[in-house]
């Protein structure tokens, strides 16, 4: 049958062209590295979600902006399942409030698991991205996307899109307050950022705010797009 035989070929591939996204990525773990070399059930995963992650994330995975539960919908995959092993492998700690739930949730023997981590980043991957994220005031979107495309343009993409290669995470449709959190983390020193980069090019407090507004405001089709 040589249709099923290209199917299963063109997944062979995809499996090993994550493999070696994963494995490019400073925060990849053995865990993730095993997870990209399976074959995604994305029904299994959104299963998963509904059990394990939608009492926070909600059914959309749409997140909560006010209280900075990011949007996963839509996120990179790549990206996802390395975040989620940090989380398992305590990697990432995430926030004081959420991040001892965070790692509590994906402690079950149903979802520690490199399958479970492949099925959860599938069906969240394909999952239709946020449409209602929080935003800012709006009075400084000129700045923030001056400091946009000076500090994140060139890892992010100009429209918050993300890549595959490396796993660099989406930022477009995520909302402000989560954006806010994440940048006085990495100015703080108490999230790490990518190795080499300046935390101080996001600038002080007001720059921050106004990156976030600005970015909350991306969508995957807004490149060009002014604020």
Same mark, same amino acid.
């Given at each position: 049958?040589?249709? !099923?035989?290209?199917?299963?070929? !063109?997944?062979?591939?995809?499996?090993?062209?994550?493999?070696?996204?994963?494995?490019?990525?400073?925060? !990849?773990?053995?865990?993730?590295?095993?997870?990209?070399?399976?074959?995604?059930?994305?029904?299994?995963?959104?299963?998963?979600?509904?059990?394990?992650?939608?009492?926070?994330?909600?059914?959309?995975?749409?997140?909560?902006?006010?209280?900075?539960?990011?949007?996963?919908?839509?996120?990179?995959?790549?990206?996802?399942?390395?975040?989620?092993?940090?989380?398992?492998?305590?990697?990432?700690?995430?926030?004081?409030?959420?991040?001892?739930?965070?790692?509590?949730?994906?402690?079950?023997?149903?979802?520690?698991?490199?399958?479970?981590?492949?099925?959860?980043?599938?069906?969240?991957?394909?999952?239709?991205?946020?449409?209602?994220?929080?935003?800012?005031?709006?009075?400084?979107?000129?700045?923030?996307?001056?400091?946009?495309?000076?500090?994140?343009?060139?890892?992010?993409?100009?429209?918050?899109?993300?890549?595959?290669?490396?796993?660099?995470?989406?930022?477009?449709? $995520?909302?402000?307050?989560?954006?806010?959190?994440?940048? /006085?983390?990495?100015?703080?020193?108490?999230? !790490?950022?990518?190795?080499?980069?300046?935390?101080?090019?996001?600038?002080?407090?007001? $720059?921050?705010?106004?990156?976030?507004?600005?970015?909350?405001?991306?969508? /995957?089709?807004?490149?060009?797009?002014?604020?």
């Amino acid at each position: 049958m040589p249709h !099923a035989n290209i199917t299963l070929s !063109a997944a062979a591939r995809a499996a090993l062209a994550l493999a070696a996204l994963l494995a490019a990525a400073a925060v !990849a773990t053995d865990l993730a590295a095993s997870a990209a070399t399976l074959t995604a059930d994305a029904p299994h995963g959104m299963v998963l979600y509904i059990k394990h992650c939608a009492s926070c994330h909600g059914r959309r995975a749409w997140g909560n902006g006010l209280q900075e539960i990011p949007a996963l919908a839509a996120q990179r995959e790549a990206y996802l399942i390395a975040q989620l092993a940090n989380f398992i492998d305590s990697n990432r700690r995430g926030s004081e409030l959420h991040g001892p739930a965070m790692h509590d949730a994906l402690q079950p023997p149903d979802v520690n698991r490199a399958q479970a981590l492949r099925d959860l980043g599938a069906w969240l991957a394909r999952a239709p991205p946020n449409r209602e994220p929080e935003h800012g005031t709006g009075e400084a979107l000129a700045a923030g996307k001056r400091v946009y495309a000076n500090a994140c343009a060139g890892c992010h993409g100009s429209s918050g899109e993300g890549s595959d290669q490396p796993p660099v995470p989406a930022l477009a449709s $995520q909302h402000y307050s989560y954006l806010l959190a994440q940048l /006085r983390g990495f100015s703080s020193g108490t999230r !790490a950022h990518v190795p080499g980069l300046d935390v101080r090019i996001v600038g002080a407090t007001d $720059q921050q705010q106004a990156l976030a507004d600005y970015t909350s405001r991306l969508t /995957r089709a807004s490149a060009t797009s002014e604020p």
